[in-house]
Each structure stands twice: as structure tokens, then as C-alpha cells.
């Protein structure tokens, strides 16, 4: 199948990839020419058959909003959109409407992966018409793990990102509970081999995971972080899940608490969000603040 795909950062540009090794043909388009296989967005549209399709791994927000635009007026009807970015899931049915407009197809796909999906392949939760969703089986099976799971039709327009927020949400929430336990073990004499402990964790516990296997990394590269400074950022999508929670009336008490502790973060070198750090750049690649 053939695809467009604008933004090759770290995770696009793996995307690219691993399409490509599934034998997809892939028109990349990114603002760093270094990068990019075409000169212009109105370049890419030019060298795909129609019906195209084009995926956008850009961020949220204002930069969406201006692909979305620019796709808007250089794509036919019967083409597709596809946001692939972490856009709020009200903005997959602005854009949705504005591209209908033009008779052109949207689906929102949240993609979880980070920096190990070209390896390990990308969780995709996909929003949209079964119609247009269908089209794209192809390049979803290519991107999604090998076997049964990891990918998923979650509804309509807008449900994707919406799984793919709570998804991240339960995610602030489990990393926090892994960086308390880690804290407290630090903090007793008693014990004296931290990284040890973590480890032990790994088989045959309840607690296993991969969220797990990625602190045991952080702890071999730096056994008590003390080269990172105690700061995570938030991606946007925990502050938008404890929203919708609100809006709903569900209590989401841990992943509040989770989100609430990154805030603390910044006003603290707190020891807890050194390994929230830590993992954050494990499994996403995402950037750590360092003492130095």
C-alpha cells in the first residue's frame, strides 16, 4: 500500500520505517530537509495515487491544525487523513467536519510504542468510519505487534485518542506507584540493594511489567539516579483525562494524584520524579533534566 507520512521525528521517522520493511511504499514529508523525502507538503500529495492516504505524526494543536488546513485544499475527495499525533479527541471531530467538508475521509489513530514501536511494533486505538478505518487495515497491521493484540477500532471519530489518553493517564498512575516504592526503599537502612530489588520484581510477580523491565534499565545506567534532576514534564493528555473524569463524574484518585505530583515536581528536586524521568525517557525517548 502506498502512504504519506508527515512529521519524522523519533517516532514518525520509525514508522516510516517499519512500513517500509512491511513492503509499504512511504512518501515522508518533514520541515527538516534532512529528513524528508519531498520538498513540500503539496510535493507529497503529488506522489501518491489516488485514493490517498496521508498520516500525520506532528504535535498537538496549533501544528495539527496547520497540516490539517494545508491537507484540507491540496487533497481530492475520497482521500484520507489520518492524525496519528496526541490531538485531544474534541479536535478529531473539528478536523473530521472541516475535511468532510472536502468529501475527505478522517480517522484518528493514538499510537503507544515510543522509541522500542520499529522493534516491537505500536499499539494502535483508531477512531473513524468502519468504511475508512477498513482502507487502512493494511498499514495498521504492518505498524501493530505480531500476533492477536495491539490493535483496536475503538468507535467513531474521536475514540482513539480518547483510549490512547486514558491509556496515558493509567500510565502517569503506574510509573508514580513504581517511583514511591522506589523512594522508600532507598530511604530504609535495611536495605541496601535497591536495583537488586527491582529486579527480583521481574518473574513471578504480580507486579511484573514492561514499565518494570524499563526501571531496571534506568537503575543499570544510573543505580540511584543521582545524575537526573528530580522534574517530569506532563504530555498534556493527564491533565485532559482528569478533565474528562470530571466531566463524567468518575473518580480517578491515582491518576489525579500521579498528574498532581508531576506539578510538585517542578517546584522540588523531588526523588519520586527521578524515576518518572527516568522512564519516561526509557520507553518515549522523551528529554531528562540533568544535575549538570
Known amino acids: 500500500m502506498q502512504i504519506g507520512l508527515v512529521g519524522l521525528g523519533k517516532m514518525g521517522g ?4 517499519r512500513l517500509r520493511k512491511a513492503g509499504h511504499t512511504v512518501v515522508g514529508y ?27 505524526m506532528v504535535p498537538a494543536g496549533g501544528p495539527t491544525q496547520l497540516v490539517i488546513d494545508q491537507l484540507g485544499s491540496h487533497l481530492k475527495p475520497y482521500d484520507i487523513v489520518v492524525d496519528g499525533g496526541n490531538s485531544r479527541w474534541t479536535d478529531d471531530e473539528k478536523h473530521a467536519k472541516e475535511l468532510a467538508a472536502h468529501d475527505i475521509g478522517f480517522v484518528d489513530a493514538g499510537v503507544s510504542g515510543g522509541v522500542w514501536g520499529l522493534q516491537n ?13 477498513d482502507r487502512l487495515k493494511p498499514i495498521f497491521e504492518a505498524l501493530k505487534p ?3 493484540y495491539g490493535y483496536v477500532h475503538a468507535g467513531k471519530v474521536g475514540a482513539g485518542h480518547f483510549a490512547k489518553m486514558v491509556h496515558n493517564g493509567i ?6 506507584a513504581y517511583a514511591e516504592g522506589w523512594e522508600l526503599l532507598e530511604k530504609v537502612e535495611s536495605v541496601d540493594n535497591v536495583r537488586e530489588v527491582f529486579r527480583s520484581w521481574q518473574d513471578g510477580t504480580v507486579i511484573r511489567s514492561w514499565l518494570l523491565d524499563l526501571a531496571v534499565n534506568a537503575l543499570d545506567e544510573d543505580e540511584h539516579l543521582e545524575k537526573l534532576k528530580g522534574f517530569a514534564q506532563d ?4 491533565r485532559w483525562t482528569v478533565e474528562a473524569a470530571i ?12 498528574l498532581f505530583a508531576r506539578f ?3 517546584q522540588d528536586d523531588s526523588p519520586q520524579m527521578k524515576m518518572i524521568a527516568a522512564l519516561r525517557n526509557q520507553f518515549g525517548g522523551h528529554a531528562v533534566e540533568s544535575k549538570e
Open 171 to 176: 500510565e502517569y498512575a503506574m510509573m508514580q
Open 247 to 258: 466531566d463524567h463524574a468518575v473518580p480517578l484518585p491515582a491518576i489525579t494524584t500521579s
Open 264 to 266: 510538585a515536581s517542578r
Open 14 to 17: 520509525n514508522m516510516r520505517e
Open 30 to 56: 518533514d520541515t527538516n530537509p534532512e529528513l524528508s523525502d519531498v520538498a513540500s507538503l503539496a510535493d507529497l500529495v503529488d506522489q501518491l495515487d489516488a485514493p490517498r492516504t496521508v498520516w500525520v
Open 146 to 148: 505480531e500476533g492477536p
Open 121 to 133: 511494533g505500536y499499539a494502535l486505538m483508531v477512531g473513524g468510519e468502519k468504511e475508512h478505518v
Open 235 to 238: 504530555s498534556g493528555e493527564g
